[in-house]
């Protein structure tokens, strides 16, 4: 028997990276999500922007950090 239960499927979350960018895009820095509730907070609300669903959402908060960290800094010319 087969069942067509899409939602029953594990969500494979967005890279660090892409959540990063997408953090980055809204204006936020790295200060501005520090806390894990700021970071959830900020990013179910660029997810929700972007019209990617909330179960998408990275649970390695500290690697999005980082990679925000990584976009904010200065790029060598």
């Not at 890279?15 to 501005?32: F, I, K, T, V, W």
Request: aromatic fraction near 4%; glycine fraction near 2%; charged fraction near 20%.
């Amino acid at each position: 028997m087969v069942v067509n239960a899409p939602h029953l499927i594990a969500a494979r979350p967005i890279g660090p990276e892409r959540a990063a960018q997408l953090l980055h895009d809204r204006g936020l820095s790295p200060a501005l999500v520090e806390t894990d509730t700021a970071m959830a907070e900020a990013l179910f609300a660029a997810l929700v922007e972007a019209s990617i669903p909330r179960r998408y959402a990275p649970i390695d908060f500290p690697a999005v950090r980082a990679a925000l960290v990584a976009l904010t800094l200065p790029q060598d010319a």
